[in-house]
């Protein structure tokens, strides 16, 4: 929520943000945040990186949302920004940030994002 709230303020560069939040208190608490600040282009959805990930790789993703279902592409995209657990990226959310031209990686975990960095990332993504 505090990331796509400062998103949406450079609208110039992000028409449409989805954010994904494997915890159901966070994702409302995350949408509930974006409606008190006015934020109409960016919604949080309940689901796990992998899931998307395997999705969007293979196509499209369906995801519930408090309106409804809403279908994504990744072609709807240009850049990604991800904020993985300690451990890193798992596999499949590695593959699909690595087909993005513009990664912002928020790391608490230097170690893990080495070993992202060795395991596809590259210097064109950091």
Same mark, same amino acid.
């Given at each position: 929520?505090?990331?796509?709230?400062?998103?949406?303020?450079? @609208?110039?560069?992000? @028409?449409? /943000?989805?954010?994904?939040? /494997?915890?159901?208190?966070?994702?409302?608490?995350?949408?509930? $945040?974006?409606?008190? $600040?006015?934020?109409?282009?960016?919604?949080?959805?309940?689901?796990?990186?992998?899931?998307? &990930? *395997?999705?969007?790789?293979?196509?499209?993703? @369906?995801?519930?949302?408090?309106?409804?279902? =809403?279908?994504?592409? *990744?072609?709807?995209?240009?850049?990604?920004?991800?904020?993985?657990?300690?451990?890193?990226?798992? &596999?499949?959310?590695? *593959?699909?940030?690595?087909?993005?031209?513009?990664?912002?990686?928020?790391?608490?975990?230097? &170690?893990?994002?080495?070993?992202?960095? =060795?395991?596809?990332?590259? @210097?064109?993504?950091?």
């Amino acid at each position: 929520g505090v990331a796509a709230v400062q998103l949406e303020h450079r @609208r110039v560069w992000f @028409r449409t /943000i989805v954010g994904v939040e /494997i915890n159901s208190e966070l994702v409302d608490a995350a949408n509930h $945040n974006l409606a008190l $600040n006015g934020v109409t282009n960016a919604e949080i959805v309940l689901s796990d990186s992998q899931n998307v &990930a *395997k999705n969007l790789l293979s196509g499209t993703f @369906r995801a519930k949302t408090t309106n409804g279902v =809403r279908v994504v592409s *990744k072609d709807q995209f240009d850049a990604v920004l991800v904020d993985p657990p300690r451990a890193g990226l798992d &596999a499949a959310t590695l *593959k699909l940030v690595c087909t993005f031209d513009f990664v912002m990686y928020v790391s608490c975990g230097p &170690a893990a994002l080495l070993e992202n960095i =060795r395991d596809g990332l590259g @210097r064109e993504h950091v």
